[in-house]
């Protein structure tokens, strides 16, 4: 099982970006989340959706801003992100593989390589 990232790079404050997830089909049936880890931080949840696109759970500090979504057609996760901000730098993560919407990374089994996102002020 696997899942790939793409859609990173680098915007403006105040702009926005989307990433994208690719998953293979083992793994269709669970929750898939997005985390991040900005340089000498621990990694942190950011959004989570359940395998029908239900149940969209996200931190606080992205509430409002950040958008997840699942195509079970193409087996795609997407993370549309607005309103960027500087703290919003860092490498993001796809994950799957937990049975709920967990907010700790400890309970998702498969997780991609990353994609970074820098947003300059």
């Known amino acids: 099982a696997h899942v790939v990232e793409s859609g990173g790079g680098l915007v403006q404050a105040g702009g926005s970006l989307r990433l994208s997830c690719a998953a293979s089909?083992?793994?269709?049936?669970?929750?898939r989340a997005w985390f991040r880890q900005a340089p000498g931080k621990e990694r942190e949840f950011v959004a989570a959706?359940?395998?029908?696109?239900?149940?969209?759970t996200y931190a606080d500090s992205v509430k409002g801003r950040f958008s997840i979504s699942r195509d079970n057609g193409k087996n795609t996760t997407s993370l549309q992100m607005s309103s960027l901000n500087p703290e919003d730098t860092g490498v993001y993560y796809c994950?799957?593989?937990?049975?709920?919407?967990?907010?700790?990374?400890?309970?998702?089994?498969?997780w991609g390589r990353g994609t970074q996102v820098t947003v300059s002020s």
């Open positions: 089909a083992q793994i269709f049936r669970t929750y």
């Open positions: 959706v359940s395998w029908t696109g239900s149940n969209p």
């Open positions: 994950a799957a593989g937990a049975p709920a919407p967990y907010r700790d990374f400890r309970y998702y089994t498969v």
